[in-house]
T-cell receptor, first 112, second 113 residues
Framework: QKEVEQDPGPLSVPEGAIVSLNCTYSNSAFQYFMWYRQYSRKGPELLMYTYSSGNKEDGRFTAQVDKSSKYISLFIRDSQPSDSATYLCAMSLQGGSEKLVFGKGTKLTVNP | KAGVTQTPRYLIKTRGQQVTLSCSPISGHRSVSWYQQTPGQGLQFLFEYFSETQRNKGNFPGRFSGRQFSNSRSEMNVSTLELGDSALYLC????????????FGPGTRLTVT
């Protein structure tokens, strides 16, 4: 079983839709949870990170962590064509010197 | 502030050759990590340096090595290139000792023929 599982999609939605992106993980020791956005031919861009369980909101983006279910989500409200990208989840054990473990990414297309 | 820069952006090498990739972190960042990204395996951690010391290493063969200089710039080297080394190599820097806030460069796309 892979440490982090992420549905690769592709996911196609109309502009203005609410998008839900998810990852599951197997290692209950993960403490930090990150979401990155990667446009084609670019490096990943950090969207947000959360520590342990709970929600975090930043503009149109909301990250949720459910440690009891080993499940994290990223919600995008009022999606825009500029949100079209691959979204990667990542996790680390302590946020210190521990390496990040990434999901393989979900490719999202928002159609005008 | 300038972002993470990586050079070169594109590289074509032949099997058996070696290659050196360079990364300049964001000014003030002392932690630098390297990743390999392929369609099949996704993003995989190679190694991480903090203040010139390797703190962590991924599961890659010894052909992959790296170093960090006193100005935090970092290089990674791959010797005896194999076709399977073709990938996007990404460098990321972090402002603290913690790795949950990493900023990635644009990557170096290496093609091995």
């Amino acid at each position: 079983q892979k440490e982090v599982e992420q549905d690769p999609g592709p996911l196609s939605v109309p502009e203005g839709a609410i998008v839900s992106l998810n990852c599951t993980y197997s290692n209950s020791a993960f403490q930090y949870f990150m979401w990155y956005r990667q446009y084609s031919r670019k490096g990943p861009e950090l969207l947000m990170y959360t520590y342990s369980s709970g929600n975090k909101e930043d503009g149109r983006f909301t990250a949720q962590v459910d440690k009891s279910s080993k499940y994290i989500s990223l919600f995008i409200r009022d999606s825009q064509p500029s949100d079209s990208a691959t979204y990667l989840c990542a996790m680390s054990l302590q946020g210190g010197s521990e390496k990040l473990v990434f999901g393989k990414g979900t490719k999202l297309t928002v159609n005008p | 502030k300038a972002g993470v820069t990586q050079t070169p952006r594109y590289l074509i090498k032949t099997r058996g050759q070696q290659v050196t990739l360079s990364c300049s972190p964001i000014s003030g960042h002392r932690s630098v990590s390297w990743y390999q990204q392929t369609p099949g395996q996704g993003l995989q951690f190679l190694f991480e340096y903090f203040s010139e010391t390797q703190r962590n290493k991924g599961n890659f063969p010894g052909r992959f090595s790296g170093r960090q200089f006193s100005n935090s710039r970092s290089e990674m080297n791959v010797s005896t290139l194999e076709l399977g080394d073709s990938a996007l190599y990404l460098c990321a820097s972090s402002p603290t000792r913690s790795n949950y806030e990493q900023y990635f460069g644009p990557g170096t796309r290496l093609t091995v023929t």
